[in-house]
């Protein structure tokens, strides 16, 4: 079992940056895979970026170029650095582990980008 709690999203303006947190309960290298995804109001949600193995990294045409993903193993935190904000990435960013056969998520943290 794995608990995951994302936290630094906030308000910001067009074009500003934020980077958002998942910090995991336990070694965030044993989780191996780390996604992130988000869910604006009345959308599905939607996958934003992973991270695999610690080093190999996939984003979403939508972030590709502004958003990088990484992680620090001291803090046992991933991290989503998103640069160059539009108001259409206004939603709850989430983070999510499979282990064992589990989805774990975190609570999510909200983003909004409004002038």
């Known amino acids: 079992q794995v608990r995951l709690v994302e936290s630094g999203g906030g308000l910001v303006q067009p074009g500003g940056s934020l980077r958002l947190s998942c910090a995991a309960s336990?070694?965030?290298?044993?989780?191996?895979?780390i996604r992130w995804y988000r869910q604006a109001p009345g959308s599905q949600r939607e996958w934003v970026a992973l991270i695999a193995g610690g080093l190999a990294t996939s984003y979403a045409d939508s972030v590709k170029g502004r958003c990088t993903t990484y992680i620090d193993d001291i803090k046992n935190t991933a991290y989503l650095q998103m640069n160059s904000l539009k108001e259409e990435d206004t939603a709850v960013y989430f983070c999510s582990v499979d282990l064992g056969g589990t989805s774990y998520w975190g609570q999510g943290t909200q983003v909004t980008v409004s002038s």
């Open positions: 336990g070694s965030i290298r044993s989780l191996n895979v």
